[in-house]
């Protein structure tokens, strides 16, 4: 039986840090329908997400606000996560088996101030490109399938989640020479343009 369940608080002591091989592995696919484990994990995932960005539960329990968060990332080895983006515009939370992007747009976007995520402890500087708009099939928590469809910061969100899954970090799509250069012969604007 997983720890993560629906009594259970995610605190940053049970994020994996970078280095560890789970990060780096393309994780396996959730059985559909997802069994009560799952369904409690996703859930116990999606509420570390809210408390870390509740100002006082991340004050007082030392959390790193995020809007993202992959299951490997608590070393767990299935593919789902779950995201909770909060900003003028309302809530967006979405709890996802199997996510697969079957579309994207050509053109590309970047967050100016770059990525960052919870299981690095560092600032990674240079702009991580990220298509602007996508389409996503995965199973909702009663093992239906869906289709999202992205755009702009919930775009990027998806993506980095998806590259967790895939054993890939934001900043292998960082520019090595130069970290601030975007691709060549690409339609790539700032988010915020």
């Known amino acids: 039986m997983s720890k993560f369940n629906d009594d259970y608080m995610i605190t940053m002591d049970d994020i994996v840090r970078e280095g ?4 780096r592995k393309v994780v396996d696919e959730v059985q559909m329908p997802p069994t009560e484990e799952d369904k409690a994990e996703l ?9 870390s960005q509740n100002p006082e539960i991340a004050a007082k329990y030392n959390l790193r606000a995020g809007v993202g968060l992959s299951a490997n990332q608590i070393g767990l080895n299935k593919r789902m996560f779950a995201v909770y983006i909060s900003d003028e515009d309302g809530e967006m939370e979405y709890t996802l088996f199997n996510p697969k992007i079957i579309s994207h747009s050509v053109s590309m976007i970047y967050l100016p101030q770059g990525e960052g995520c919870l299981s690095v402890d560092r600032k990674v ?8 708009r996508i389409k996503v099939k995965a199973y ?3 093992g239906n399938e869906v289709l999202v469809k992205l755009k702009g ?5 998806f993506q980095h989640e998806i590259d967790h899954l895939n054993g890939i970090m934001f900043y292998d799509h960082i520019n090595k020479e130069n970290p601030f250069a975007l691709p060549a012969n690409v339609d ?4 915020y343009e």
């Not at 995932?45 to 408390?51: A, C, D, I, V, Y």
């Not at 500087?125 to 602007?132: A, D, K, L, Q």
């Not at 910061?153 to 969100?157: D, T, W």
């Open 125 to 132: 500087e240079g702009f991580v490109p990220r298509h602007e």
């Open 43 to 51: 859930r116990c995932m999606l509420q570390f997400l809210k408390n």
């Open 20 to 23: 560890d091989p789970i990060l």
């Open 188 to 191: 790539i604007r700032s988010l």
């Open 140 to 142: 909702d928590m009663d």
């Open 153 to 157: 910061f919930p775009a990027i969100v």
